[in-house]
């Protein structure tokens, strides 16, 4: 396991916080009142390692194929319904939607490989990232990707708590299954927009990994 380059600054923030609170509680504190003291240190400490294992990158064989949708990020599949996009296709599409809690690798991946053929990025509100209108209001940036006739929207969106959205790719970029798409802090969702018709490999309230589970499979 490696900590993703994102986290540096975070856990170097999150590092000094913890060695300057301490300092503060060893002189201050410590002599009067040491159980106080060990207190603030073990609630820091663990606060610090949450955030640093919430940049974690964990090794992973990843799952490859042409006709394969894999799932873009970590979480639990919490929407799979038809919609009707409004911001690209404007039509209906099948949704299959991954929520993100703060304890799972947060790196986005790229469902399949081919070109980008659209990127924005979206200012918005932060409503939790299960509200409905998540999709369509929060903060989020958008990509699609094209691999031969077939175009996928992948939605990251901000939450109540994730509001830093990092998205690697833009347009006319080739781009390969797996490889990084981008990067949510602290916890929020993937919206994956599908065909309609196509096989979904995934159930409602499934524990899904980015990178190794099917989320769909394409129409040859």
């Not at 319904?81 to 799972?104: C, G, T």
Request: with cysteine.
């Amino acid at each position: 396991m490696t900590i993703h380059k994102e986290g540096y600054k975070s856990i170097a923030i999150a590092t000094l916080i913890f060695v300057i609170l301490n300092l503060l509680s060893f002189f201050f504190i410590s002599a009067s009142a040491p159980l106080i003291s060990w207190i603030i240190f073990v609630g820091l400490l663990g606060l610090l390692l949450f955030i640093i294992s919430f940049f974690r990158l964990p090794k992973r064989t990843h799952t490859f194929g042409d006709d394969k949708v894999i799932c873009p990020a970590d979480g639990k599949v919490v929407v799979i319904e038809e919609v009707f996009d409004e911001e690209y296709f404007h039509d209906k599409r099948l949704q299959v939607s991954i929520f993100m809690s703060p304890a799972n690798v947060h790196v986005n991946r790229n469902p399949i490989s081919g070109e980008v053929v659209y990127s924005k990025y979206h200012k918005g509100k932060y409503l939790v990232a299960w509200h409905p209108k998540s999709s369509t209001e929060n903060e989020r940036h958008s990509v699609v990707l094209k691999t031969g006739n077939t175009e996928i929207l992948v939605k990251q969106i901000a939450g109540a708590l994730a509001k830093r959205i990092v998205n690697y790719l833009k347009t006319g970029m080739k781009v390969k299954q797996n490889e990084e798409l981008g990067f949510i802090k602290f916890g929020s969702r993937v919206d994956v927009l599908l065909p309609v018709g196509t096989e979904v490999n995934v159930q409602l309230g499934q524990a899904v990994k980015g990178g190794v589970d099917v989320l769909a499979t394409m129409k040859k």
